[in-house]
């Protein structure tokens, strides 16, 4: 059981290293090789003002965007062909956590009955909040980041051959990179598959459902987001939904815990190679998904809002 699982995860994870490598790899050449051009100095110049009220150069605006619309990967990719402080990639990881695949994500949860204005307003407004918040508190971080195996180059590259190759050497470090988290990790979550260990972490998580003002069947559907993330975990939180029958009350503060705090393994370890504390970065997202459920809760339970719509999900 244990060899076949390996092998499952292994050619799992090989197949995500290479579905996620299709988006991280051009976009790491593109921006690479866009840095040698007019193109990306005005795109900056452009932005700048905006970037400074959040801490960040100008130039930040691209993983970020990348991040948001696309994924962290495409964010990351972005990220490895530029030069920032220990403290502005902080900045965006923890804004990216936030708000990272915003359309796929926001399509999860419009799938499963929760409101769409709810997840915009809650994943962009935490990551601009965190944004500030860390600007104005944290005064050091002012330190070049190294970025794992990739380091900033000694001369200028000239010549159009010459800025090819060094494109894309960076863009397959990236991809390697990638695939250094990427194939172990979808080796252990086919292990807490087989082994089941999803339902068992599910009823574990309960009495944390409850302390959060939810039921106890929104348990399967949190430990899913937690575990796999609202994309990758959406068939398990969808399946969940309909089975345990779900409030919507319960169901909408178990998506506005999860756009917060979802997928803590893989989107913690991924930003490793950036070289930035994640221990803080894990704790951010998780205290601010525990305050702002908490919260939440407490306001539509003082209201009566909940007394008034607490009906089950239908498909």
Not at 40 to 69: C, H, N, Q
Request: glycine share 8%.
């Amino acid at each position: 059981m244990l060899l076949n699982s390996m092998k499952k995860g292994l050619q799992v994870g090989l197949k995500t290293t290479w579905t996620l490598g299709k988006i991280i790899f051009p976009v790491t050449l593109i921006v690479a090789l866009l840095q040698y051009t007019p193109v990306l100095p005005w795109l900056i110049d452009l932005i700048t003002p905006l970037m400074k009220l959040l801490g960040l150069s100008g130039d930040a605006a691209i993983p970020l965007v990348l991040g948001t619309f696309l994924n962290l990967y495409a964010a990351i990719g972005a990220i490895l062909t530029l030069e920032f402080t220990v403290k502005e990639v902080f900045i965006l990881a923890v804004m990216l956590s936030f708000s990272h695949n915003l359309i796929i994500e926001s399509t999860v949860a419009l799938k499963v009955g929760v409101k769409l204005w709810i997840i915009l307003l809650t994943r962009l407004g935490l990551a601009f909040v965190s944004a500030i918040v860390i600007h104005l508190v944290w005064k050091g971080g002012s330190e070049t980041a190294k970025y794992g195996f990739i380091s900033a180059p000694d001369e200028q590259v000239t010549g159009l051959g010459a800025i090819l190759i060094a494109a894309i050497e960076k863009a397959g470090l990236g991809i390697f990179q990638l695939a250094l988290i990427v194939i172990p990790l979808m080796i252990v979550i086919q292990f807490l598959k087989d082994l089941q260990w999803l339902k068992k972490f599910s009823v574990g998580m309960s009495p944390i459902t409850r302390s959060l003002g939810m039921h106890e069947n929104t348990s399967t559907t949190m430990a899913a987001g937690l575990l796999f993330g609202l994309a990758y975990g959406a068939g398990v939180m969808i399946q969940a939904v309909k089975e345990d029958g779900v409030s919507k009350k319960d169901l909408t503060l178990a998506f506005i815990f999860l756009v917060a705090c979802h997928a803590v393994v893989e989107d913690t370890l991924i930003f490793i190679p950036l070289g930035i504390p994640v221990w803080p970065l894990l704790l951010i997202r998780v205290g601010v998904a525990i305050v702002l459920t908490m919260i939440v809760g407490f306001i539509w339970k003082r209201s009566g809002f909940i007394s008034r719509k607490e009906t089950t999900y239908e498909q």
